[in-house]
């Protein structure tokens, strides 16, 4: 990286953006549509994503990823999203992209020998289990618990939301194995598991829901589930600081997402508010039209800018909680902005499924919710950056 300011891309990075932007638009608008309108988990596009080594993008080369940082992998994620696969195309790969750090940083070296390889190929399915029905947004109040037995730990809980769990080999588990009352500190406590998903004491049902339907979001119900402790990543009662380890980068990787679909359906917009003739005049004549998508250009441009701030700031080992956060924020917004004023242009054709506008506005609406939402991001800044006192 230079030592000046630079706004450009690498070579490299460039060459990746164009590579991953010629593979995903072999996928086009019918194929998402199909897949998200018969809830089918989009396995052509992810194997082809896993054929081109996309996967293994950040996985260390030992284990046969390319090494990069959250730069490529945000490059990547927007130009998936951005070739109109959205968040069926994204959430499909998501996990394997970064989703494996605290595997990667935490884990023993014969849990990543026996799972990372396996990731690179595209062999193994992944999903992440932290959210559960009466806990929300604040985790440290979960209870599925993971009980010591032996070398064993046996598992009962709960979660929801857990997406792709009906696909995935794995989870990525969140469980308690000291209650809440009896640690020092809230989020102590915690223990993170990587291990088998054994359907006789794991029963998964998917959530019907808004959008994103090539992939599944799932309750999780866990009835004695025996983990052996190899599968513990790192040590007990600190799986919460490992967890944090990994959400700067992932709020990254939603904001690319957001910023993806928002770019998409900007581009749709502009193009068919040139084509589309009303009272004898092209509709983007009009300011009415106009106006909203520049001013989408330019919330977009300047959500992807702090969006590169934090990526480089990540890479070059620095803090970058602050732009992390603001990236997830603004981009979201950006993103969630453009697909409604995408959806306007388009009038009546708009709310039809025909033009996929209304897929890019129910996916992009997610990242305002999802994996946090718009408002702790918020009580984030507001509390650690700028000072004020708590509400959580
Ligand atoms: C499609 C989808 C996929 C998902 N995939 C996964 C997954 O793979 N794995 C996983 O673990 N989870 C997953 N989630 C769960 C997701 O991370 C949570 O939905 C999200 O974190 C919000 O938590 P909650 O739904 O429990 O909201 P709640 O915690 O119930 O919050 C409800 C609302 O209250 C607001 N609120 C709460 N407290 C405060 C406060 N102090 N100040 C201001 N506002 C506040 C919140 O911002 C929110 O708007 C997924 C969710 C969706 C919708």
């Known amino acids: 990286m230079s030592g000046g300011m630079s706004f450009e891309l690498t070579e490299d990075q460039q060459l990746i953006r164009q590579s991953v932007a010629e593979l995903a638009a072999k996928f086009d608008d019918h194929y998402w549509m199909t897949k998200d309108q018969a809830h089918e988990f989009p396995r052509e596009f992810y194997d ?8 293994g993008m950040t996985i260390p080369e030992e284990y046969g990823g390319h090494g990069l940082g959250i730069t490529e992998a945000t490059i990547l994620a927007e130009e998936v999203a951005r070739s109109g696969g959205g968040m069926n195309a994204a959430s499909s790969i998501h996990m394997s992209i970064f989703g494996m750090q605290p595997v990667v940083v935490f884990g023993s070296d014969e849990m990543k020998a026996e799972t990372l390889p396996r990731i ?4 193994l399915h992944v999903c992440f289990g932290v959210t559960e029905p009466t806990a929300g947004l604040d985790t440290s109040r979960i209870t599925t618990f993971a009980k010591r037995d032996g070398s064993d730990y046996v598992v009962n809980g709960r979660k929801v939301w857990i997406s792709k769990a009906l696909e995935s080999e794995k989870i990525l588990l969140l469980t308690r194995t000291t209650p809440r009352d009896d640690t020092a500190k809230p989020t102590d406590g915690l223990t993170l598991f990587l291990t088998d998903i054994d359907r006789d004491h794991v029963d998964i049902r998917p959530i019907t829901k808004m959008g994103r339907n090539a992939v ?3 309750e999780v119900f866990i009835d004695d589930l025996r983990i052996p402790a190899e599968h513990r990543i790192g040590e007990e009662g600190k799986g919460f600081s490992y967890i944090l380890h990994g959400l700067n980068p992932e709020r990254m990787l939603i904001a690319a997402e957001a910023l993806g679909i928002g770019r998409v359906a ?12 009303v009272f004898d005049r092209p509709i983007g004549m009009n300011q009415g039209i106009q106006f909203p998508l520049a001013d989408s250009l330019a919330r977009l441009d300047a959500a992807e800018l702090i969006l590169r701030k934090a990526t480089w700031l990540y890479d070059n080992g620095k803090s970058c909680g602050r732009e992390a956060n603001m990236a997830k924020y603004l981009c979201a917004d950006a993103g969630f902005a453009a697909a409604d004023r995408a959806l306007q242009t388009h009038g009546g054709m ?5 033009y996929n506008i209304s897929r890019f506005f129910r996916e992009s609406r997610l990242m305002k919710i999802a994996p946090v939402s718009q408002e702790m991001i918020l009580n984030f800044l507001g509390s650690h950056v700028l000072g004020l006192p708590r509400s959580y």
């Open 48 to 55: 082809a994503i896993a054929g081109g080594g996309w996967l």
């Open 120 to 123: 690179v190929s595209g062999d």
């Open 216 to 218: 599944s979001s799932n």
């Open 266 to 277: 900007l581009d749709r917009a502009v193009k068919y508010a040139n084509e589309r003739v």
């Open 350 to 354: 708009g709310y039809s499924e025909e």
